[in-house]
């Protein structure tokens, strides 16, 4: 795909909508971990450990994103919801854990 104002553009929002969870999906964990702090459940422990682990895949995937050349983008990519969802679900489990132990 060739560069193009428009291309850069949709890059730039792609890694924003990335970030954007990132940062989303960040704040959560430490508010799951404070919880876990309070009530010591290993149970919690656990998921959060695993959703630490999801959380540093995707991370890796955004920067992916950032390093690759332009030319190497398809505009399919920016059609292709499957990775914002996955992000999206993510973040909906820790919403829900941390609903849990906040109240």
Excluded: C
């Amino acid at each position: 795909m060739t560069e193009t104002p428009k291309m850069n553009h949709l890059i730039q929002q792609h890694i924003l909508e990335h970030e954007m969870r990132l940062k989303h999906v960040d704040t959560l964990l430490e508010r799951a971990q404070h919880g876990i702090a309070k009530t010591g459940n290993n149970d919690v422990a656990t998921q959060l450990a695993s959703a630490k682990a999801e959380r540093d895949k995707l991370s890796s995937q955004v920067e992916a994103y950032k390093q690759r050349p332009v030319g190497q983008w398809s505009e399919a990519e920016f059609e292709n919801k499957g990775p914002m969802i996955v992000w999206d679900t993510l973040a909906q489990q820790l919403e829900k854990l941390v609903e849990r132990m906040e109240r």
